[in-house]
């Protein structure tokens, strides 16, 4: 009874997966919980409010302005009521309205009008979830603090395959577990995939550089790259979110620190060294960061005077490779190096190069040039990313995805890569 006494509002969107909310909402009430359910007017095409009422134990609500409604309950109370709110299955439409703010049904005023925590079971058509106007409204709503579960990939009831489907009863009953217990305020990004669910990640310990790194040319200026640290962070909360202790070593960023890991922040390529190797010995190393290739030489201790017709002439020295220094770290050289490589020309020719130079032993290649619309207007730090990940048996190019979803699957990618190196190790 791992619920008992929480109360919980359902919100039932109009997909076919609603015929899974019934088992949901069966195991739900197994577990001690409370509910409240709401039915948008097409969910109830797709299951009847009778069912819908007998497992939950009570009255299924959906009009808006229905007058007896109003006066037992009031619409606002329900979701003030509630411990929390599940939204299963979350159609696009429904993300959009909470993305926008609209309110023009039961379902979507209270999703507006609620203090509470909200998980969301998205479940459409792959078209619908890859369209950037959903990849959209879901950044919105986890910037908004909006949990997801899911989708997951499969065959779909429409005929295509790929994310989509709506989470499976059990693995939405264990996100509302973990959504009712973590005091996060910010929450960490969603499981995009069953591996998640699992925490295979568990007992290893991830290292991840993000940002860029600033090098002081004197007190108040500094030479840098591009990084908005957005692709760094949410991998660093992926391979928190399957279960590893995973230490960021962060260059300067304006995003927050993301929940369950432990970050560290630094300035400079030295001082971002030195962090990973006191963070060391872990399982994987996963360089994101923009690092500096050159530091001022002789960085001045003063502000530079601006001298008329005489600009000064900076001399630079080369930066350590932290990712190379760390791919040849002897005895504590962590079982999985993973290299960033942000092109723009030849993008698999340099990564491949890069793999080989620097010794580790996967290379995630990013198209930056302004065709690949990474960099939209000449500026990196979009939400999306196109990556492809190259180790020395081969190539997979992943599609043009949320940084989010990029970085789930990529820590995917990596349990699988430990996984097979541990029983490689073994068979030997
Ligand atoms: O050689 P390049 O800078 O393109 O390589 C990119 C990869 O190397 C990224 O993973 C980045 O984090 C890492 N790197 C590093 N230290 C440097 C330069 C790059 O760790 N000084």
Not at 78 to 91: E, H
Not at 157 to 178: F, N, Q, V
Request: with cysteine.
């Amino acid at each position: 009874m791992a619920l008992a006494g929480k109360r919980i509002l359902i919100i039932i969107g109009d997909g076919i997966a609603a015929y899974k909310v019934l088992d949901l909402i069966r195991r739900l009430r197994e577990q001690g919980a409370s509910l409240h359910v709401v039915m948008t007017t097409a969910a109830k095409q797709f299951v009847t409010e009778l069912s819908v009422a007998s497992l939950a134990g009570g009255k299924v609500f959906g009009d808006l302005f229905s007058l007896m409604d109003e006066t037992e309950i009031g619409h606002i109370q329900l979701s003030r009521d509630a411990d929390l709110l599940v939204v299963a299955p979350a159609t696009a439409d429904l993300l959009a309205k909470m993305a926008h703010g609209l309110a023009n049904d039961l379902a979507s005023t209270l999703l507006l009008a609620t203090d509470k925590k909200i998980l969301v079971a998205p479940a459409m058509n792959l078209r619908m979830w890859l369209h950037p106007a959903t990849l959209r409204n879901i950044a919105s709503l986890r910037e908004d603090g909006v949990l997801f579960v899911g989708p997951e990939e499969g065959d779909m009831a429409c005929g295509e395959t790929g994310p989509g489907r709506m989470s499976e009863p059990t693995a939405i009953l264990a996100a509302i577990d973990r959504a009712l217990d973590s005091e996060t305020s910010i929450p960490l990004p969603a499981t995009m995939r069953k591996h998640q669910e699992t925490r295979p990640l568990a007992g290893r310990r991830v290292i991840v550089t993000s940002g860029p790194t600033h090098e002081p040319i004197d007190p108040v200026r500094y030479i840098a790259n591009r990084s908005s640290g957005k692709q760094g962070h949410a991998l660093a909360a992926a391979a928190a979110e399957a279960g590893a202790e995973v230490v960021l070593v962060s260059g300067p960023v304006a995003l927050p620190d993301p929940a369950g890991v432990e970050t560290k922040h630094v300035e400079t390529a030295a001082e971002m060294l030195a962090a990973v190797e006191a963070a060391l010995p872990a399982d994987i190393f996963i360089g994101v960061a923009a690092v500096a290739d050159w530091r001022v030489a002789g960085t001045a201790a003063d502000k530079i005077k601006k001298q008329k017709n005489t600009p000064p002439v900076l001399a630079l020295v080369e930066n350590p490779d932290i990712l190379a220094a760390i791919a040849q770290h002897g005895m504590s050289r962590p079982r999985l190096v993973v290299g960033f490589a942000a092109e723009t020309e030849d993008v698999l020719a340099h990564a491949q190069a890069k793999l080989a130079r620097k010794r580790c032993d996967v290379i995630v290649a990013n198209d930056v040039s302004l065709q690949s619309g990474v960099m939209g207007s000449g500026v990196m730090g979009k939400d999306e990313n196109q990556v492809t990940i190259i180790t020395p048996a081969g190539m997979e190019a992943l599609p043009r995805l949320h940084k989010y979803e990029v970085a789930t699957r990529l820590v995917a990618r990596f349990t699988d890569m430990l996984e097979a190196m541990a029983e490689d190790h073994t068979n030997e």
